[in-house]
């Protein structure tokens, strides 16, 4: 997003189709699904530019002043930067429910600093996907890489050009664009999710602008051929927008074509071409000119929307009038801001001048983040003494669903609607240890044991065992294991379902790596509970998971069946009781994540019929038709919903920690259940 000094109206056109492919995806995800390409087009714009500015410097001085380069990066994105990260922390106090307010504070303070992308990518986010983890912060994980692009990349250079001159620059960059491009691929293929934010997957991206940049005299093309060039960039690069999804395997080898499309454009170079009656016409021009503040302004926006508007779902109107608030917002902070701080002789003239005001930029985003967290806290001591509060009340929570207890208003307002770490599914008590290097999947660690029996000689173990879907049910397990004095161990890996079946994975969340992955974990740690005889297994697993041809022809809940008896019955003939959980209704996969939130005063409004909420699943369908003796079912789905439809809120508690795993303190209000249906208590 840097300047040239001559002005090239074919860039300022890409910049323009690579803001708006970006918008677009983000306001509209099912239109345009892979717009998220835009953000390699400003790769290779960035690399080309920077490149060809350096050079220019290094080929004309023999060396590159760094500390004039840094200061003029920082007085061009800076000001902008950090006056957007100021509204979302103000922003995120005054409309955004608090349980959300700590992860926004932890972004925006990444963001200042331009590390947002590693924390993405140790959160492993599906950047795809807008939901209830969304920050307002999460865009600027491709500024944080081209900051750190611009932070090594003059150095590289440098030391290239002083080694052999253009050659090894030239050699050199290749040299490190190809490395990142396979590193890039078998990262890809790995953890797909990690891969499209850490910076040497997109190194690459910028080297195909660098080398441009470095070869663009000895590569000019004849207007025929500048003209195909363009031609086929362009389409590349729309094309990638149009027909990419969150299931391409991007970015891998895929990311070439938009980024290949947009070199060649470059290549094609500024000369008056076909293209030109389109890309050099003012409104063209303009959103290229506003395209670095229109991407910083979008995001924040879209996802306060629906807080502000007090609708979790947004109209056609209400989506162009965001828009049109994000191009205006974008013109006044390109003219007041950006040309203004770019502008202004005294950090002109002063890099020392420009490096402080950076640095108290940075601490003021500092200084907001650590004000929003520390309200976050107060909020959460509140939420959780009035949670203690409520426990005790015979309707808390599911227990409003048993007719005995004649609850009036079982789905009105939850009392306590955001409890903070207390809603955590994934909350361990200090009775478990850490995560075990046995049954690894890949790297990952997915085993741990917590020791409830109190120094029992021989306390039951028992075994709860499955994905994400079966850790939301670890503290309603947690709380009989304390009461009964077991040792409960647990296996978890994160959309891997617990069957000896042909599995392909659900939502494009699972790399091609992750499928075998996935097989050989289930396997092996079944065949470890098997050896070990517990007293009981608890197993579950996302209700949405899907299988794949395994050649024989069987419908999905055939292969189901089968491969999770496999299972079963191996445990059931080593001595275990099994009890298969069923997954609770999945709201969240028809109504927005943040229903609730936005309707607390009437959660009856994200209400979803149980047909669509709880449709036949195949774990709960093998568990319901199993002859296996030893196999029960245990379906809670009545203490979710009524006759007709299950609900965001239950005997005053928010029932949803996200889009579709159970807030903790509900889960816990259905231990009684499940001690029934184990047969600890009486019904």
Not at 48 to 61: M, P, S, W
Not at 290 to 298: P, Q, T
Not at 664 to 681: D, S
Request: charged share 15%; hydrophobic share 45%.
């Amino acid at each position: 997003m840097a300047t040239e000094t001559r002005f090239r109206t074919d860039i300022q056109a890409l910049r323009a189709i690579a803001v708006l492919a970006v918008v677009l995806n983000h306001l509209w995800p099912l239109g345009l699904t892979g717009g998220y390409v835009g953000v390699d087009v400003f790769f290779v714009i960035s690399g080309f530019l920077i490149t060809a500015h350096l050079h220019r410097e290094v080929d004309g001085t023999g060396r590159i002043r760094l500390a004039k380069f840094y200061a003029r990066r920082a007085r061009r994105l800076l000001p902008a930067a950090l006056l957007v990260l100021a509204f979302s922390a103000v922003t995120a106090y005054f409309l955004l429910p608090f349980p959300r307010w700590e992860a926004n504070a932890g972004e925006i303070l990444a963001s200042a600093f331009y590390v947002e992308n590693w924390l993405l990518a140790a959160n492993s986010v599906d950047y795809s996907a807008l939901s209830a983890s969304a920050s307002l912060a999460q865009h600027y994980w491709s500024l944080s890489v081209e900051e750190q692009f611009y932070l090594f990349w003059p150095l590289l250079l440098l030391l290239l050009f002083r080694l052999r001159g253009r050659r090894a620059m030239a050699a050199g960059i290749a040299v490190a664009g190809l490395a990142s491009l396979v590193y890039c691929v078998h990262l890809t293929a790995v953890s797909k999710a990690a891969a499209y934010f850490v910076t040497p997957v997109r190194v690459w991206e910028f080297a195909i602008g660098a080398l441009i940049a470095l070869g663009a005299a000895k590569l000019r093309l004849s207007k025929k051929h500048a003209g195909i060039a363009s031609g086929v960039g362009f389409a590349l690069i729309i094309g990638s927008a149009v027909f990419f999804d969150h299931h391409t395997h991007f970015p891998g080898l895929f990311a070439l074509l938009p980024t290949i499309g947009t070199g060649l454009v470059i290549l094609a170079g500024p000369e008056t071409q076909w293209h030109t009656r389109f890309t050099s016409v003012r409104p063209v021009q303009f959103l290229g000119g506003i395209s670095y503040s229109l991407y910083l302004w979008h995001w924040p926006l879209i996802v306060l929307a629906p807080f502000a508007l007090g609708s979790p779902s947004l109209s056609l109107w209400q989506q162009l009038g965001l828009l049109a608030v994000s191009v205006v917002l974008a013109w006044l902070t390109k003219v007041v801001v950006e040309d203004r701080g770019m502008a202004w002789r005294p950090l002109a003239e002063s890099s020392k001048l420009t490096l402080t005001a950076v640095v108290a930029g940075m601490a003021v985003i500092a200084l907001a983040s650590t004000v929003l967290t520390w309200a976050y806290d107060s909020q959460v001591k509140q939420s959780e003494l009035a949670a203690k509060r409520e426990t005790a009340k015979t309707c808390h929570g599911a227990a409003a669903m048993v007719p005995e207890n004649e609850c009036e208003a079982p789905f009105g307002p939850a009392k306590v609607p955001y409890l903070g770490p207390s809603s955590e599914y994934h909350q361990r008590p200090p009775e478990c240890g850490e995560w075990l290097g046995t049954h690894l999947a890949g790297d990952k660690k997915t085993v741990s044991v917590c020791d409830f029996s109190g120094g029992s000689p021989q306390p039951k173990v028992v075994w709860l065992v499955g994905d994400s879907h079966a850790q939301q049910w670890q503290a309603p397990v947690f709380d009989l294991a304390r009461e009964h004095g077991w040792v409960v161990k647990l296996g978890f890996l994160g959309a891997c379902p617990m069957a000896d079946i042909s599995y392909r994975g659900f939502r494009g969340a699972v790399g091609d790596t992750d499928v075998p992955k996935c097989t050989h974990w289930s396997r092996d740690l079944a065949s470890a509970i098997a050896v070990e005889r517990p007293a009981y297994v608890f197993t579950s697993f996302y209700a949405r998971q899907e299988t794949a041809d395994d050649g024989s022809g069987r419908p999905q809940l055939a292969q189901y069946r089968e491969g999770l008896d496999t299972y079963w019955s191996a445990w059931t003939a080593a001595g275990a009781q099994v009890y298969v959980l069923a997954d609770p209704p999945l709201n969240g996969d028809v109504r927005e994540a943040d229903c609730v939130s936005i309707n607390s005063q009437h959660p009856a409004a994200c209400a979803v019929e149980r047909r669509l909420a709880q449709p036949p699943d195949p774990l709960t369908e093998a568990a319901r038709t199993s002859r296996n003796p030893g196999v029960s079912l245990i379906d809670l789905t009545d203490y979710f919903c009524d006759a007709n439809q299950c609900h965001g809120v239950v005997g005053n508690v928010v029932v949803y920690y996200d889009s579709d795993h159970l807030n903790r303190e509900f889960a816990r209000t259905l231990t009684p259940m499940i001690a029934a249906e184990v047969g600890l208590t009486e019904r």
